[in-house]
Each structure stands twice: as C-alpha cells, then as structure tokens.
C-alpha cells in the first residue's frame, strides 16, 4: 500500500527518460553497505483496520464526551462553535504551505490578518503576530525579545512564581544558550511589591500572569509605570477567554500580552496543537519573533495581504534572525480568528461571564463543606483554590472511578508548599447541574 | 476578487454563537478598575462567517486544488483517513493533565510512533515534544551543548553549517549560544570536505547537515563528514526535512548521526494548514538519548491486551534538556502520522521514498533541457534549476513563478538555496501522477518559450488569480497590521 | 546604470560615503549601494551617545527581501541621527548622498581618514563590482 499512482508501465517509461535501470539505480550516492537496511515495523492495514483500531484505542481513553472536566491549569474545555470545525476542515485551509506567494495565498493571509486584528482588540495591544507554537514558547519568545529591545544590555528577567509551570520550565530552556539571569521565586505568595522591588537597570523584563496560574485576578494598573521607571520592559500572560470581561493588559500599558490561544475554538487535544498569541506594542514591532501579515495592494489597486517584515526571520536574517521559527501554527490561529468572529463582542463577553459566575457558584459551595475550604481573599476567574483534607490524587482518583468527574489540578505537582490544594476550574461548559455533582462527589469522597 | 474584512460585516448587536443562559445566581464581579470598558469585536451572523470564510478558502492554492511542487516543503496528498482519525472525540476530548491511567490510548500511540520513528532512523530514542522542525532543531542543538556541558568540556562553541543549509539551522545555532561556521560546497553539491578538514578541532561543537541537501543532492562524503566531526570530539545534527526521500533507503544514525529531527507535516503527510501546526519529534543516538526533551512515553512492563493498570507513563529522560513547551507534544498531529505509518508499513514507506525520488529525477531529466542544472548528477526528492533564460535576460526566476500561477500551479521554492543564482528548487512529491509531472514539464517550457517571445507575458503574471502581483514596499514601509475603523464611521 | 558619486566625499569599500565637516562627519551609502538594494523599508540606527570601532556595525538596512548591516568609516561617537529615515525611508533611495544620510559623528582618530578611497577611486571600485553582479 501506497500513495504513489504510477502503473508499471509508466515507471517504465520514467526511467527510460532518466537513463536509468530501475528505481534503486537512483539511489547511488548512498554508501551501499547502509542502502535498504530492513525496517521493523508493523504490517500495513487498510482504512477500514487503522479506523476500526483508532476508535478503539480512543475509546479506551476517559474522554470529556463522558466525564464532566473540573480540569484547567492551562488547557481549558470551551464551548467550540460548530461553524470552527467546518471552516478549518476546508483543505483549501489546510492543504496550503505558508502563504510564500501571496497571489494565491489571499484566503490564509486576509485571515491571519483579520486574526491579528481580533487579537489586538481582545488584548488592547497595538501588534500581533500570526502566533508562536503555545503559550509557554510565546513567553520564552518574549524574553528574547525583551533582551533585544534592550540591544543586549540587560540580562535579568524577573518571572512571577504564578506563572504557569511548565511556561517556567520553557523559559528556562530556552535560555539555556543565553546568558540570562532568571529571577524565579517557586513560593507562591511572593507577592507583586517583591517582584517589583527586583526590577533594576539590569532588567529586560518581569512577566507576570493574569489571571494567574491559581485563577487570581491582580491589580496590575500601576505596575508598568513603576517596570518603565527601571527601562524594563512588562509582560502579561494571560487567558484571552478572561478578556471577556477583565481590563485588557494593553489598557495597564504592558509591553508585551502573550498566552494560550486554545481556549479559542482549539480543542484540547491531548496538549496540542495549540497556538501562542503574541502582542507588543508597535515600537517594537521589528524586535518580535513569528510572521506578521501586512495590508498592500496590487498592481490594480485592489487591497490585498502579503507576510510582510520578514528582514526578522530566519530565512534571510539566518543567525541574526530574532527567532528561529518557521512553522508555527496557521490552522490553530484560523480556528481562533473564526471563533472570535462567531463569539464577537457580545458572545465572549457572555462566555466570560458563564465562567465567571459559575466558578463562583461552585466555589462558594465547595467552600461549604466541611472538609474543603476556599479561599476568597482575592478575585478570580473561573479556576480557584481549594484546600483538601487529603491528597488530590487520591480524590482525583475517586471521583474519576465512582462519579465520572475529571477533578482538578493537583497543585502540589508544582509548589510543595501547595500540598492537598486542588485547583479548579469552571467554564461554560459545565452545567449548575454538573456543578452541583461535584460538590456531593467531593463531599462524599471527603468524607470517607 | 476580493472579500471584506470580517469587521466590515459587522452590525451592532449580533453574535454569531449560540451559548445558554446562565443558570446559577450571579455573584458580585471584581472592582471596576479590573474589569474592561469596551471590546471592539465584530458582530456577525453565523451564516456571515461561513460564507466569508468560504470566500477567503477560495482564494486560496492547496494541494487538493493542484500540484505544489514547494522544494523542501514536501507538499504531498494528504490521505484524508488522517484526518478522520485525528478527530476521533475520544482523542480531541481529553485533557493534558487527566490522570495517565485515563488516556492510556494516547499514551499508547504516542510510544509506538516514538518506536515507529525509531525504526526508520535508527535511533536511540525519540521525543515527540517538539511543535515543528525549527523548534525540533533548537532542542536538538541544545542537547549537544548539554553533552558538552555535562564532560565539562565547555570551549566549544563552534557550530559547522553548509552555504546551502535552511535558515532556521544558524538561527537555531544562535539561539543555543553557538557560532557558526559556514562550510563552502564543492563542485558536485557536496559539502567541500577540505573546507571541513580546516574547521575540525577542540573548539567544534558539531556540525548541522541537511542530508539530502537543499539542492537534493545525497552528500556523497557523509560518511567522512561524519567521521571527520566525531573524531574531532563534535556531534552531528541532521536536519529531517528532506527525510522523505531516506524512508527505507537508509538510517541516518546508521551514517553517523546522533540527533535529527522529523518534519510530520512534510514527511508523514500531515497537511501543513497554510503555515501550521507542524510537528518536529526528535531522535537521538545512544549519547544523547538521556538529553532529547520531554517528558517522553515509557513503556513499563510488559504489554498486555486486558491489562487495566496504566502501562505507559510519561517520563523525563535522565539528563533532558527539560520542556520546549507546554504538555507532550502536537498530538493531534501525532495521531494523523501515526495512521500514514500504520497504513503503509516498512513497505510503503521505502516505495513513498522511491516515487518521491522517481519523480524528482523525472523531472530534472525533461527540465534540464530547458533551464540550467547547476549539478549534473542524479537528485533525490527534489532539484534545483537556474530560473533564467539565455535569449532572455530580463526573466528573472520570479518571473517564472507568477507565470505558473497562471497555470494553476504553485510556484517552486525560489531564491534559496543561496548558493544557485535565481534558483528554482522544486519537488513533486510521490503522490503526482506521471500525467500531472507531463503538464508540469510543458508548462515550464512553454513559459520559457514565451519568456524568448512575449516576456511581457512573465512580467506582467500572474493575470489568474485573485489578485495580481502586490506591492510589498508598500507593505513594508507603511506596516498596516491590523484592521482599524476609519475615523468617524461606523463599522 | 553609471555609479554615481559625490565629489565632496571619501568612500569605504562596504559602499559607505563620509562627509567631513570639521572635527565631525556625516554618513550615509553610497548610490551603487542603494542601487543594489533597491526599495529601502527602513533602516535601524544607533542611539545619539554610541561609540564604535572604525568599520564596526553601527545601523541595519532593509529591503523588502534583504537585511546588511552599515559600517562606520572612522571610530566615533555618534552626536545625530537622521529621524527623517523612520517616516521616510525611501530618502536613502531618491538621494542618497543628501537627505538620505543616516548619522553625523565625533570623529575620534583623524588619521583613520587616509584608509578611505577618493571619490575616482571609488568610482572605478564600484563600477567593477556592478559588472561582476551581473551575467
């Protein structure tokens, strides 16, 4: 089995015009005692065997079709619209390269350009970017970034210990060929005041989460003046569904607004594909990383969209390039754009508030069972704090096998101070009803 | 043609979504300096956003509209049977954080494509975490200055790069904190093995190979290349995107390798979605299989059919170089592979190999006749021309390429390799019927015919497509980069 | 095309013209350079207060397909640069050797001046790279 059409015939009749043999005579500038080696792997199957394997193996799965999902921590199940899948599911979308030869390219460049429009209003930034890999490699990306706008003069970059995790981790990756002094506090009550007080003239940047890794909403609206007053430069990360409703982090004068872009018509997916959203202002538009879609027109006067600025990028910057990217993540950003089209100013705002309301709903009635507190010292959004009265593993695990909830985050993966501390999370697609289950699961699991 | 931006469909008080109401008593919300004023968005039907993405869809060349001949890109059929597999709620709906006991089937695919690649490479060990060849790459070089790092062997900072290397290996190399070195070629499209011999000493790190190379040339000397660097004390990093003409044909870690990445999206025929996502898992010989990035699945115990226990775990290798994002990998991307492998077997995939270069040396052998081949020898997946003609010396490769936008292809990969004048790199792919390499092959003659006799033709294309050729200076200088409403309408 | 040059100048062999004027100097490139370039999108330049080497990077130019870097002819201490570049960067096009200069500077070793080519020469230099660039 093959996807190759040639009869043997017509094989035939190629090799003749190359001047060759047969097929393997191709093959003659590989060193022949490692030409054709065997290749274990399993025997072809056909369409009919592979789907009726793959439904199996993905039944076997504890899929969100089947459980209800109190499961956040940066991958959120949102309500996709219908019209998502069918748009990103036309091959003129998705069999297309990047959009190299914009005269046949208009469908994919007018729609990153639109999708660069929808992320600047949503973040209230002046410049987006046609997306990073995920949210984690976008704020890697803003490092280097930051320590470009500084032109190489400042190395320290002071990182909020709510950030998420594995954003952390990512950073910390890659700055592994850099010299970067990374500032990272793991105690997650370092407060903002201390991390301000970090920043001096050495520092590119502070990045900052909001809401947080723990659902809590800052006051972040006098932190940019005091970053600018060292010459650091502010990140925000943030979740775009909080938007919604939330005071936008181009509104506090960040700098930079990144995060996770699969909240917007993305399914979760395992972990990806994902796509990063990535803003700044316009300044420093040449200092940011990715592809950028620019309005021209053509040689008739009618509008049009080419990749534009692409004197930052690897394929003709090469070692100067500000990032080495290539690829990144086209049909996630499509899905995203088509999402904040349907959902518009009226439909985000209304799933923001479903979030909002319904965590609150849940967390004031988890906070009311005996054995589970929360705590309501500062705002949040959707996901919010519960202190347990036993490991979170264990009650994950109880609540999987005897109620069909996928519970929350298990908090001491990431901080050990944090032990028995579950954090949850509530979207719009979780009923009052499936709300309310949980809140007996957990008062039943609680109790045992 | 053209469509209107989707905020000039807008009119006030529409949504094009349909959400339920809220069911539950609203609480206080958070002090108005936290919350925002306005949100400009459009506000449009759902039936508006359908069409208008069908118009924008329709402006748009694909693969499944016609040949995309993009050298290095491997822009071939994608079997639509991926795609249905990739959408299997049972995939799509699970979370990354769900409890490994509940979504061993992912789990599980994961580890047998990890096996899968290793089998075809030869390698050690594989991670699928990174999201596409660049970052693949990036991780790949940051393994190698951690084996360095890790014997303390800290002076070296050298990276070696051949004049004809994709851009994203120096881009990568300075990102990981190296130097790069450029290696000249030779004059068959090697890498000039004298110029090599002149670098190798105890400041290499390694060395980045594109094998075949950005001219579809095997590099006849790898296996000296490869010696001369290893003995040198450096490792060799190879770049997978052209691996679809090495399915069967040979193991790179067989020549010497110790860490590649796979291209997904070109090799194993997941689509590219016009810029995206891709996927770029690593694999890595016995000296850097500790390093690769994870986590990374593992198989514990034996693997039995009604086992319920999880079986497949996720696991940081021993020295990793850590995370390059966030969670495992791109699996919905991992799962359409996975189906290609699984269909075609060892098999087929060396026959995908050898159509792949069947078609390239098909090619190359009508063309040649027409444009100038700068290396007379057999190619591999793909070649690379001089778009110029002699009795023409206004036609440019540019010129060349919106032309065969008139035909309804898409142009080849132009100006790159940097090392041919006015290159036109093109690979067919395995998938292009004998008939589609014919039309092609006429094509490309009948415009150099037209290029001796009516250049206006070439100068003025493309005259058949949405828009006609647009002004990037413009573009460039005046950076419009989002849509805004004009002063003193409504939008 | 013929090179253009400026008799009032002295030239690099990176296509960089100097304009001495006292104990300063302004910069720009030369009209084969822009030339060679073609469309100018802009063109990145230091902070007023920098100092660089004879022949160190001191600014980036961009077309829309290509990026080179622009060397400072004498070591200095850049004292002005020219702002009308950010809004109008076809300037280094329409005349280079006028209003699309790039940065005036403090010139810190006078006899550095003797390593840069008269305007003749330079003419013939360029001229001769124009010839090897093309077919």
């Known amino acids: 089995m093959n996807y190759v059409p040639h009869t043997k015939a017509q094989e035939e009749e190629m090799l003749d015009r190359i001047g060759v043999e047969n097929v393997e005579a191709l093959f003659e500038s590989v060193p ?69 030869q914009p005269e046949i390219s208009q469908g994919t460049l007018q729609s990153i350009f639109e999708y660069q429009s929808m992320i600047c209003d949503l973040t209230s930034m002046e410049v987006s970017n046609a997306s990073h890999y995920d949210g984690a490699t976008a704020m890697a990306e803003s490092v280097i970034m930051a320590y470009n706008v500084s032109r190489g003069r400042r190395n320290k970059v002071i990182i909020s210990p709510t950030v998420h995790p594995e954003y952390l981790a990512t950073v910390r990756t890659y700055m592994q060929g850099m010299e970067m002094d990374i500032v990272a506090p793991r105690d997650p009550s370092a407060d903002l005041d ?100 620019g309005q021209t027109t053509d040689v008739e006067g009618r509008r049009g969209y080419v990749l534009t600025l692409a004197t930052r990028e690897q394929h003709i910057r090469r070692e100067r390039a500000t990032s080495n990217i290539c690829t990144n993540e086209g049909l996630n950003a499509l899905a995203a754009a088509v999402y904040l089209a349907a959902l518009g100013k009226c439909g985000l705002k209304q799933v923001a508030e479903l979030c909002y309301h319904r965590a609150h709903y849940a967390a004031k009635a ?80 609680g109790r045992s | 043609m053209t469509e209107p931006i989707i905020y000039e469909l807008s009119v006030s008080g529409r949504c094009g979504a349909h959400l339920p109401d809220l069911d539950v008593p609203p609480s206080d919300l958070p002090p108005q300096e936290l919350l925002r004023d306005d949100l400009d968005l459009p506000e449009v039907s759902e039936s508006d956003v359908m069409r208008h993405y069908v118009h924008l869809s329709q402006m748009n060349h694909g693969v499944d509209i016609g040949f995309y001949p993009l050298g290095s890109c491997t822009m071939k059929y994608n079997p639509k049977v991926n795609e249905d597999a990739a959408r299997l709620p049972g995939f799509v709906e699970t979370h990354p954080y769900q409890p490994e006991a509940s979504v061993q089937g992912n789990l ?33 070089v940051l393994m190698i200055r951690s084996y ?153 115990g034996r693997k039995t059919e009604k086992d319920l226990t999880p079986t497949y775990r996720l696991e940081m290798p021993a020295k990793s170089i850590g995370r390059v994002k966030a969670f495992y ?38 063309l040649k006749e027409v444009y100038p081949l700068p290396f007379e020898r057999l190619c591999m997946h793909e070649f690379v021309l001089e778009g110029r003609i002699e009795e023409a010396p206004d036609v440019q490769a540019l010129d060349i390429c919106k032309r065969l936008i008139d035909f309804g292809i898409h142009p080849p990969t132009n100006y790159f390799p940097l090392i041919v004048p006015e290159a036109l790199m093109i690979e067919p792919t395995e998938t292009e019927s004998k008939r589609m390499l ?50 003193g309408t409504e939008a | 095309m013929p090179v253009q040059v400026d008799e009032n100048c002295l030239y690099t062999e990176s296509h960089e013209w100097l304009r001495i004027e006292g104990e300063e100097a302004y910069t720009g490139i030369t009209d084969f350079a822009q030339d060679s370039l073609s469309d100018v999108v802009y063109v990145e330049l230091p902070d007023v207060g920098d100092t660089f080497e004879q ?32 809004v109008s960067p076809e300037l280094v096009n329409e005349d280079p050797y006028g209003e699309g200069w790039f940065v005036r500077f403090k010139i810190e070793d006078p006899d550095q001046i003797n390593d840069l080519m008269d305007p003749d020469t330079y003419k013939e230099y360029a001229e001769k790279a124009q010839e090897e660039g093309t077919h």
């Not at chain 1, 959120?76 to 899948?85: N, R, T």
């Not at chain 2, 991307?333 to 792949?356: D, F, P």
């Not at chain 2, 014919?438 to 070439?458: C, G, H, N, S, V």
């Open chain 2, 148 to 300: 360095h790092e890790s014997r303390g062997d800290t002076d070296r900072k050298i990276m070696l790069i051949p004049d004809s290397a994709h851009g994203t290996n120096p881009a990568s190399t300075s990102m990981a904190g190296f130097e790069m070195v450029e290696l000249e070629s030779d004059e068959r499209g090697n890498v000039d093995v004298n110029d090599l011999r002149k670098h190798v000493n105890d400041q290499l790190a390694g060395m980045m190979l594109t094998n075949p190379n950005t001219l579809g040339l095997f590099d006849e000397n790898v296996l000296e290349i490869t010696r001369l660097v290893h003995e040198a004390g450096g490792l060799m990093y190879g770049d997978g995107a052209n691996f679809n003409a090495l399915m069967g044909v040979t193991k790179p870690a067989d020549l010497g390798f110790d860490v590649m990445h796979f291209n997904l999206h070109k090799t194993f025929s997941t689509p590219h979605g016009g810029g995206g996502p891709g996927s770029g898992p690593v694999g890595a010989s016995k000296v850097l299989a500790d390093f690769l990035p994870g986590p990374v699945v593992v198989l514990e």
């Open chain 3, 55 to 86: 022949g160190e990077p001191y600014g980036v130019i961009e077309s829309v397909k290509a990026a080179s870097d622009c060397y400072l002819p004498l070591a200095g201490e850049i004292l002005e640069v020219n702002e009308e570049l950010e």
């Open chain 2, 329 to 366: 990998g791109q699996f919905g991307v991992i799962i359409k592979a996975y189906t290609y492998i699984r269909m075609l077997g060892a098999k087929g995939l060396l026959e995908t190999s050898k159509g792949a270069v069947l078609n390239a040396n098909y090619l190359q052998a009508i």
């Open chain 2, 438 to 487: 014919d039309y092609f092959a006429d094509t490309m003659e009948q415009i150099a015919k037209e290029a001796r006799e009516k250049p206006e033709l070439l100068h003025n294309a493309p005259v058949n497509a949405p828009v006609r050729r647009l002004d990037e200076v413009w573009a460039a200088r005046n950076l419009v980069l989002r849509w805004q409403k004009e002063e």
């Open chain 1, 194 to 293: 201390w991390l301000i007080d970090q920043v001096d003239e050495n520092t590119a940047c502070l990045i900052v989460q909001n809401p947080d890794f723990l659902g809590r909403i800052h006051d972040l609206n006098d932190v940019a003046e005091k970053v600018h007053a060292h010459g650091a430069l502010l990140v925000v990360a943030c979740d775009p569904i909080s938007l919604g409703l939330l005071k936008p982090p181009g509104d506090m004068d960040a700098d930079i607004a990144l995060g996770e872009g699969q909240p917007l018509g993305n399914p979760l997916n395992y972990g990806g594909p994902y796509l990063g959203f990535f803003t700044c202002k316009k300044n420093f538009v040449r200092r940011m990383a990715g592809r950028l879609v």
């Open chain 1, 32 to 100: 022949p005692d490692y030409r054709f080696p065997s290749v274990e792997l399993p025997e072809p199957v056909s369409e009919i065997e592979i789907m009726r394997e793959l439904r199996e193996v993905a039944e076997s799965n504890a899929d969100l079709q089947h459980v209800s999902c109190f499961l956040g921590a940066g991958a959120y199940h949102h309500y996709v619209p219908s019209v998502v899948d069918h748009v990103v599911s036309r091959s003129e979308f998705y069999t297309a390269y990047t959009p190299y």
């Open chain 1, 366 to 445: 988890i906070d009311r069972l005996a054995d589970y507190s929360v705590d309501f010292d500062m705002p949040f959004f959707k996901e919010f704090v519960v202190r347990c009265p036993t490991s979170v593993a264990e009650i994950n695990e109880r609540l999987l096998q005897d109620y069909d909830i996928l519970g929350g985050y298990d908090l001491g993966r990431a901080y050990p101070k944090l032990q028995n501390h579950m954090l949850v999370c509530v979207t719009e697609m979780n009923s009052a009803q499936q709300i309310d289950d949980l809140v007996s699961a957990l008062e039943e699991v």
């Open chain 2, 108 to 140: 599980r695919l994961m580890y047998e494509l990890q096996e899968f690649l290793k089998a075809l490479s030869g390698f050690q060990a594989v991670s699928l975490q990174p999201a596409a060849g660049a970052h693949g790459e990036l991780a790949g």
